[in-house]
């Protein structure tokens, strides 16, 4: 296949633009043009490409999905972030190198994108949007960043910070309106969910699938804050836990209040309040799976 890779070196481990050329090349394909995540759709593909490939973690997965909504050209992914939660929603653990040896052969699956529209106007995602915990913790380590020589204490240092922010985090108060049902509480998260985790892979849904034209939409209010706490401190002990979230499925969320948003890694401040509308795009971009 001729191949145009969409790199982002500075990915999780950093893995080298010479590396990622070796094993597309090596398994026979041709790699005819390279870019990285700020390049823009016309930029990334020419009538000799026939697949982009992402390769890094989920921003720059993410990124190129964005471009290649609503086009024939499929994706494929090359994990080489630091979470990787779409790699792991779409492909399970495959290694790099089973995925590039997989592509002549590889099925195209349709995957769905979010849309969120607030008063920064639209943004496509691909994990999840949501207020409370995801965002605040976004926010903490952007301020003050966590340490981490490798994937592993970089994924541990990340819960470890969760924990500590959901110790502190008061409750806020959002209405919300999923499809045709109105819920209002005083929640410490709220999250529209794509894939099945978000941040430093915590598995907020396990029903959460970003085929089935739908988002999971899990809520924690204040009798839900022990057991965030209890799975966080699991997930540091190294010990299995299964979150038991309210969860509900709906195509059109509306969340109304005041307070941080997060769409996908982004976080979009706002000081009034004011209300975030998510939509469903079912089956917008083909990605190849293993």
């Not at 709220?190 to 029903?207: A, C, F, H, Q, Y």
Request: net charge negative; proline share 3%; glycine share 8%.
């Amino acid at each position: 296949m001729r191949v145009s890779l969409f790199h982002n070196h500075r990915a999780g481990d950093s893995t080298s633009l010479s590396w990622i050329r070796e094993l597309i090349e090596t398994s026979g394909h041709e790699l005819v043009r390279v870019f990285d995540r700020e390049a823009a759709f016309g930029e990334l593909v020419d009538q000799r490409t026939e697949l982009v490939v992402a390769a890094g973690g989920d921003g720059t997965v993410a990124a190129a999905a964005r471009l290649l909504a609503g086009h024939t050209i499929p994706l494929a992914i090359l994990p080489l972030g630091t979470a990787n939660n779409i790699a792991k929603a779409l492909l399970g653990d495959a290694s790099s190198e089973q995925l590039v040896a997989s592509w002549d052969t590889a099925q195209r699956r349709r995957v769905d994108l979010g849309v969120a529209h607030g008063q920064w106007g639209d943004r496509r995602f691909m994990e999840a949007v949501g207020v409370g915990l995801v965002p605040a913790c976004i926010v903490s380590t952007r301020f003050e960043p966590l340490a981490g020589d490798d994937v592993t204490s970089s994924i541990e240092n990340a819960i470890v910070r969760y924990s500590e922010v959901l110790a502190r985090l008061e409750p806020r108060r959002w209405t919300l309106r999923l499809d045709n049902e109105e819920l209002t509480g005083d929640f410490l998260a709220v999250e529209v969910l794509n894939t099945k985790s978000v941040g430093p892979n915590i598995v907020l849904s396990d029903d959460a699938d970003p085929h089935d034209g739908c988002f999971s939409v899990v809520t924690a209010e204040e009798e839900q804050r022990d057991e965030l706490a209890r799975y966080l401190q699991d997930r540091i002990d190294g010990r299995e836990h299964r979150l038991a979230l309210p969860t509900r499925r709906a195509r059109h969320v509306e969340i109304h209040g005041k307070g941080d948003t997060h769409v996908d890694d982004e976080v979009l401040r706002s000081a009034i309040p004011g209300s975030v509308s998510i939509r469903i795009e079912p089956a917008a971009v083909d990605v190849l799976v293993y």
